[in-house]
């Protein structure tokens, strides 16, 4: 069990940390030399990533230089809907994303039955 507080992530900050966290999932296939197969090599990629103005960027920028949107789609674990942030909870063995929708709906519950109680 964690107890730390989730961390708020939002889809800028999933734009404007793309490049470093693909650099460090892709780090030692970045220096694989041979060519992919119908495909952009991974520093290629890496280095288009880190052209990008954090700032400024879109996800669709991001998506027409890795060829789709899953390394800046934020989707609630429990709802299952896309949000533009999400609170992530992370123990040991997983992470969950919640969205505020449903942190809101989960403070309601609590009060509901605190006031029932
Ligand atoms: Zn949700």
Redesign the pocket.
């Known amino acids: 069990m964690s107890n730390k507080a989730p961390k708020i992530i939002t889809r800028r900050q999933a734009i404007a940390t793309v490049a470093a966290r693909f650099e460090k999932q892709y780090a030692l296939r970045m220096m694989e030399t041979g060519s992919r197969k119908d495909r952009k090599p991974w520093g290629e990629i890496h280095a288009e990533l880190k052209k990008l103005d954090p700032k400024t960027a879109t996800e669709q920028d991001v998506a027409d230089i890795i060829g789709n949107t899953s390394w800046t789609e934020l989707t ?6 896309p ?1 533009d942030a ?1 609170a992530r909870f992370t123990s040991p063995d997983a992470t969950t994303d ?6 809101d ?1 989960t403070k309601a519950a609590f009060t509901t039955t605190e006031q029932a109680t």
């Open positions: 609630c674990d429990q709802c299952k809907q949000a999400i919640i969205c505020k929708a449903c942190i709906k």
